[in-house]
């Protein structure tokens, strides 16, 4: 079925809300998703997967060192990156200042896949970034490239798992004022999907509407309504009816 943007982040926006959590803020959140959803990645799916958990995860700010590198490395004790994402980012960009390179390593994570969104900004701030990351449940390395000027990024995805010096939870995220080379880091990489791919994907979806699967929408609607507390302060504002 086809939604609209406001519709999607309109549920999501409901379904985090109503899990009343102190870490993350739902209007960002429901970008997130409706950003990877709008360019064909499956942004509600990964949403409903990050919903299973999110009420249960440590509901904390994250640790962060600097290493003596000059590096952060970010420690989510096994929580979704959506709910802190965009602090950590801004905190990164303030310790860029007078750098020409900084690396983040995130550590206990999930939901990497929603990312997507929060470092695409990155590049309106001229700055570029690579991102890398193995995920487990379906096994397969990722990685993320948008150079500056880019409006999107490119990704490549690979079967071979590289877990030298990581782990299945972990994402590596590298801010730089200059361009990564693009041919080079994706060396060995199975799969493509470029960023005019995604471009188009995204052009389409805002004329067109936003392509999303039936049983996902559902569940996502589902979520948002099962989550709301009745007589609350946004049910009384009549917030638990669905769009």
């Known amino acids: 079925m086809i939604v ?6 309109a549920v999501v926006n409901k379904a985090f809300l109503g899990m009343r959590r102190t870490c993350g803020e739902a209007d960002i959140i429901a970008n997130m998703v409706a950003g990877l959803q709008m360019v064909g990645l499956n942004g509600i799916g990964h949403f409903n997967n990050a919903a299973q958990f999110l009420t249960a995860e440590k509901d904390c700010p994250v ?4 290493t003596n590198e000059g590096g952060l490395v970010v420690d989510l004790h096994g929580c979704s990156l959506a709910c802190h994402l965009p602090v950590v980012i801004d905190y990164a960009i303030e310790k860029m200042v007078g750098k020409k390179h900084l690396t983040i390593e995130l550590k206990n994570c999930h939901n990497r896949w929603l990312a ?10 001229g700055l570029a ?19 500056q000027g880019c409006v999107s990024p490119e990704l490549f995805l690979s079967d071979h798992l590289d877990l030298t010096g990581r782990t299945l939870h972990d994402m590596t ?9 693009i041919a080079g ?3 060995g990489y199975e799969r ?3 960023s005019s791919a995604l471009n188009s994907a995204q052009r389409d979806t805002w004329y067109d509407g936003i392509l999303v699967d039936d049983a996902e929408w559902e569940k996502l609607k589902k979520t948002a309504t099962a989550l709301l507390v009745e007589n609350s302060e946004a049910s009384v504002k009549g917030a638990g009816e669905l769009v």
């Open 4 to 9: 609209s943007h406001n519709e999607l982040t």
């Open 116 to 125: 997507y969104n929060e470092l695409v900004k990155l590049a309106a701030k």
């Open 129 to 147: 970034c690579k991102a890398q990351w193995n995920n487990g449940s379906s096994p397969q390395n990722t990685l993320y490239i948008l150079n």
């Open 192 to 194: 493509h999907i470029n």
């Open 185 to 187: 880091y994706s060396a």
């Open 173 to 181: 995220i590298q801010l730089s004022v200059k361009n990564f080379d």
């Open 63 to 66: 640790d962060i060192f600097m």
